[in-house]
């Protein structure tokens, strides 16, 4: 009977291993298509001024309703496009989405606020991108101080035909985050050798700050390294007023999360921003 069960389990397994590799090709398969087919939106996460509220800037982050399977998270099919390349031509589409919506909302008066698209490390190498940001942002029109790239520290595995790229981005005048801050596996070494401007607190560091006295540590070390190296320092992840207040404790000034708002709409983002400028007018 073990036996006969054990057969059975391995039967669900490699159905279930089957489904998933269906799944991943039809995902595959799809983000062509998908990239011409307009299926992609930009959604806008706020990033705040933890004391007053005010929103800042905005995460640039991407959403695929797909025709068939519905909504596919990013988590899901940014590795597929990592995998197969398709990461590049996508990732293009987000650049330019993000600034000509950008450029749209300083045309109708909208305060200039910062936008931080995702780059993954895929993109960096042998692709252009430092002439890519740098056509976009004047076909736009953009100050480049405006737009902030996220990566990962997974950048730093390839130190030596990432680092030349970097700096070339950040001679343009843009802003550079590290993203996940904290997860990665590199020595902070790369700190000192990397242009960056900012580093961004990973969300699982946030999670017990409140209970877990070592979390709190690790997170009040991580900023204070980061204003020790005059960098800017942002939490995301933030989901409740007494996150803000313990952070606000430890000298973080931005933060992001759905206590302040989820990832929004271009509409949605837009109308928070106004009401945001409003809170701060009447307020003073
Ligand atoms: P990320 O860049 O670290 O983005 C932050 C993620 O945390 C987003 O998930 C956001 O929705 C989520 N988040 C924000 N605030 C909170 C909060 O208070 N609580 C919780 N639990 N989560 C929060 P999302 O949108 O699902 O994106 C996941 C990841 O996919 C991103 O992580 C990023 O690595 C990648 N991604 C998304 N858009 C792009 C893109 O345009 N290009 C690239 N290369 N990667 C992207
Ligand atoms: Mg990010
Ligand atoms: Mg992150
Ligand atoms: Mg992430």
Redesign the pocket.
């Known amino acids: 009977a073990a036996k006969q069960r054990g057969r059975n389990n391995y039967q669900v397994f490699t159905q279930d291993m089957n489904k998933l590799v269906e799944r991943k090709l039809k995902i595959e398969t799809s983000l062509r298509s998908g990239l011409v087919n307009n299926e992609f939106e930009?959604?806008f996460?706020p990033q705040n001024d933890l004391n007053t509220s005010e929103i800042i800037g905005a995460?640039?982050?991407?959403?695929w309703e797909h025709p068939k399977l519905g909504f596919i998270?990013?988590?899901e099919f940014?590795p597929i496009?990592?995998e197969t390349g398709l990461?590049v031509p996508?990732?293009d589409w987000?650049l330019q989405e993000s600034c000509s919506q950008l450029r749209k909302w300083l045309d109708v008066g909208l305060p200039p606020i910062r936008i931080a698209?995702?780059?993954?490390s895929v993109?960096l190498v042998g692709s252009k991108l430092p002439e890519k940001i740098q056509q976009v942002l004047q076909a736009n029109n953009i100050d480049p101080k405006l737009l902030c790239v996220?990566m990962?520290e997974s950048v730093m595995q390839n130190k030596s035909e990432t680092l030349p790229i970097l700096k070339q981005i950040k001679e343009l005048g843009v802003f550079i985050s590290i993203?996940?801050f904290g997860t990665g596996f590199s020595s902070l070494n790369y700190l000192k050798d990397l242009p960056i401007d900012e580093l961004?607190i990973?969300?699982s560091f946030?999670q017990d700050i409140l209970k877990d006295p070592k979390e709190k540590a690790i997170v009040k070390s991580i900023i204070d390294l980061g204003n020790n190296l005059a960098l800017h320092v942002i939490v995301?992840?933030?989901?409740n007023e007494d996150q803000v207040k313990l952070l606000k404790e430890l000298n973080c000034v931005i933060g992001?999360?759905?206590?302040f708002n989820?990832?929004l709409p271009k509409e949605e983002f837009e109308a928070a921003v106004l009401i945001s400028n409003v809170c701060k007018f009447t307020s003073k």
């Open positions: 930009l959604y996460q995460e640039v982050l991407l959403r998270p990013p988590d940014i496009a990592e990461i996508l990732g987000v698209v995702n780059i993954s993109q996220e990962t993203d996940d961004k990973d969300k946030l995301e992840g933030i989901e992001q999360g759905y206590y989820k990832p």
